[in-house]
């Protein structure tokens, strides 16, 4: 069974810093999709960012990007240059390659912006 | 674009009371449909997902249900609710591979 791990709870930064999310997953698959999710306090869940298993290259969504190692089965989110509506809980999830498979969730970190 | 509702967004009720949450989807045809429950300050736990219409697979055995009456429409019901139903319920859809989530109902069953 596929599994994400998510091991820091909780993460508090200064503003304008950059910001290192770690998530590992276990799986034997070998085309997944991984996903990183936000819920802010209004706990509207957004999708921030998405990775293919085939592909090298990291996903990079403006502030946001991934370090993807496959062999590794790492997937870290960075964000850079943090604003204080960064401040969210954020999930990494792992979904296998079928549509009709249902994501697996981190347990969430949540992420603190400090003024 | 496509667009998700919930609705209610909160709801009060008592123990043993029912309950009818609906989450609806347009601009999109055959979604995949799913319910989540989020405690406070928690991960998120899949209760019910939905392929097509009619079509529903359960996760987690407990006093709710759900039905997909209409090809955009899920709804999550119970008899009777219990103390522990209490939560954030959110709704997602997906059509490719990303899950797109509704806003959410927050329940508190008291």
């Known amino acids: 069974a596929q599994t994400v791990t998510q091991s820091q709870p909780e993460m508090s930064v200064q503003e304008a810093e950059t910001v290192t999310l770690s998530c590992t997953y276990d799986?034997?698959?070998?085309?997944?999709?991984l996903f990183w999710y936000k819920q802010p306090p209004s706990r509207q869940m957004i999708l921030v960012i998405r990775?293919?298993?085939?592909?090298?290259q990291n996903a990079t969504e403006n502030r946001f990007s991934v370090n993807f190692q496959k062999a590794a089965k790492s997937f870290s989110l960075k964000i850079s240059d943090s604003q204080l509506g960064d401040t969210a809980m954020y999930f990494c999830?792992?979904?296998?390659?079928?549509?009709?498979?249902?994501?697996?969730f981190g347990k969430g970190t949540r992420l603190h912006i400090l003024p | 674009s496509q667009t998700i509702h919930q609705w209610p967004a909160t709801l009060v009720q008592p123990v043993g009371s029912p309950l009818s949450l609906e989450c609806t989807v347009e601009?999109?045809?055959?979604?995949?449909l799913y319910w989540y429950r989020q405690a406070a300050g928690r991960g998120l736990q899949l209760l019910f997902y939905?392929?097509?219409?009619?079509?529903i697979s359960s996760e987690v055995p407990q006093n709710l249900s759900a039905s997909r009456p209409q090809d955009r429409q899920f709804i999550l019901s119970s008899k009777k609710l219990l103390l522990s139903d209490s939560g954030f319920y959110l709704c997602?859809?997906?059509?490719?591979?990303?899950?797109?989530f509704g806003p959410g109902t927050r329940l508190t069953v008291t």
């Open positions: 601009g999109t045809s055959n979604p995949n």
């Open positions: 799986t034997s698959e070998s085309n997944y999709y």
């Open positions: 939905s392929v097509g219409i009619g079509q």
């Open positions: 999830a792992f979904l296998r390659g079928n549509r009709d498979d249902k994501i697996i």
């Open positions: 997602a859809w997906s059509r490719a591979v990303e899950q797109y």
């Open positions: 990775q293919e298993a085939y592909k090298q």
